[in-house]
């Protein structure tokens, strides 16, 4: 059994967190039950976006960008992969 103690992080972050890219984040790409198989365990869980927020003092201000893809700044879709390779 494997318990992971964050969201899954499912894009990458421009706000100065070294973080891979989309494309080399499995949880961007692949359901849990594909990752539980992928990695052989009973069972795979993570810790949910309001789980998380529940424990962290003030989580308004807390950046969830990298688990669920809302970023706090705006960025057109079309730069997004710009934004990918520069930070990569």
């Known amino acids: 059994h494997m318990r992971i103690s964050s ?3 499912v894009g990458p972050c421009f706000y ?3 973080t891979p890219t989309r494309q080399e984040l499995i949880a961007s790409s ?3 039950e594909e990752i539980r198989k992928y990695i052989t365990a009973d069972s795979l869980a993570y ?3 309001e789980g ?7 989580s308004s201000n807390y950046c969830t960008a990298c688990f669920d893809n809302n970023y706090p700044i705006m960025f057109p879709n ?3 992969e710009q934004m ?3 930070f990569a």
């Open 47 to 49: 810790l949910s976006i």
């Open 7 to 9: 969201p899954p992080t």
């Open 30 to 32: 692949h359901r849990t």
């Open 78 to 80: 079309d730069k997004l």
């Open 16 to 18: 100065g967190i070294d």
């Open 84 to 86: 990918e390779l520069v």
């Open 52 to 58: 998380l927020k529940n424990i962290v003092p003030d």
